[in-house]
């Protein structure tokens, strides 16, 4: 779990499951059932397998893993062979953790295929709900699954004894963005100038994967320049390039293009100052990047904002 930040509420969640792995006579003295299936639902990059390693990880329990799509294939019944090989390794092995990613593949509601009602997705999705209803309770086998779909999974699914519990995993506010920049930067060398708390301002929207990205950009370019420590420079042109591209040093443009796009992006400078609802400006550039942006004015929010007023909509437009 220590490799893991930004998303305090899902974890707090699975350690649950964590300590039923662990000491399970605990919930089982009082009559309790841990919930046998939890579904992970995540529409913001990877994320589900990293956490359902960790639970398996913490617990230190044998942990099995497959893609919805690796049980659906052309030959009916093929899929359901499958599904009933995976629960018989993982009863075997209880306690153990099962995780089925991007469920979607498997899982989608019954009846809505064009083909025959018996084709080999429904037969497998059928073997799935079987073999979930056949666990003995708190038989120590926990299923996880991964979609960033749920609203087109059957609903037999997600019924009390299957999936019943559901962890959403949002984009991480400043404070996880913060977090899980420290986790990354643990492993590169970095400079007494580097104020992480600009940075996690700097990247609103920006998820963990996201953040991995700047952090390595920001070394090879470091690198690149030959330097002996990460530096804020290093993170400006790295944050830069995750949000408008790379720098276009081969677009030769002539002084009248110049002239004409910093007019363009002046007035988005000027305006935004003016107005008084206004995200703050922090980097205004003719520099082409990407495969569009002649210039670009880059504006950075104080703070996350998930309400926002008609007259701050106004003063945006």
Request: hydrophobic share 45%; with cysteine.
């Amino acid at each position: 779990f220590d490799d893991i930040a930004g998303i305090d509420e899902a974890k707090a969640e699975l350690q649950q499951i964590v300590e039923f792995l662990r000491n399970a006579e605990r919930y089982r003295r009082l009559g309790g059932k841990i919930p046998p299936g939890m579904l992970i639902v995540s529409t913001t990059g990877p994320g589900p397998p990293l956490l359902a390693k960790a639970v398996a990880g913490e617990a230190s329990v044998p942990f099995f893993s497959i893609s919805g799509s690796a049980f659906v294939e052309m030959f009916v019944g093929v899929g359901a062979a499958r599904v009933r090989d995976l629960f018989k390794q993982a009863q075997e092995s209880a306690p153990c953790i099962v995780f089925i990613d991007e469920l979607d593949a498997l899982g989608k509601v019954r009846g809505a295929s064009v083909t025959s009602g018996n084709d080999e997705r429904e037969q497998t999705l059928n073997q799935l709900l079987v073999e979930m209803d056949g666990f003995e309770p708190n038989s120590g086998v926990i299923i996880m699954a991964a979609t960033n779909r749920p609203e087109i999974l059957d609903p037999a699914l997600l019924r009390p004894g299957r999936f019943d519990r559901h962890i959403a995993i949002d984009r991480p506010d400043v404070i996880g963005r913060r977090q899980i920049l420290a986790v990354h930067m643990k492993h590169v060398k970095l400079a007494a100038d580097v104020d992480v708390a600009e940075l996690a301002s700097r990247t609103p929207g920006f998820v963990g994967a996201d953040l991995a990205n700047v952090v390595n950009e920001a070394a090879l370019h470091a690198a690149e320049l030959e330097k002996d420590a990460i530096e804020m420079s290093d993170f400006d042109e790295a944050i830069d390039r995750a949000m408008a591209g790379m720098e276009r040093k081969s677009r030769v443009m002539n002084e009248q293009e110049k002239v004409t796009i910093a007019y363009h992006e002046a007035g988005h400078a000027l305006v935004a100052q003016s107005r008084a609802h206004c995200d703050p400006v922090k980097k205004v550039s003719i520099i082409p990047r990407g495969v569009a942006a002649l210039g670009y004015t880059q504006q950075v929010p104080t703070e996350d904002r998930y309400v926002l007023r008609e007259s701050e909509l106004l003063d945006r437009l």
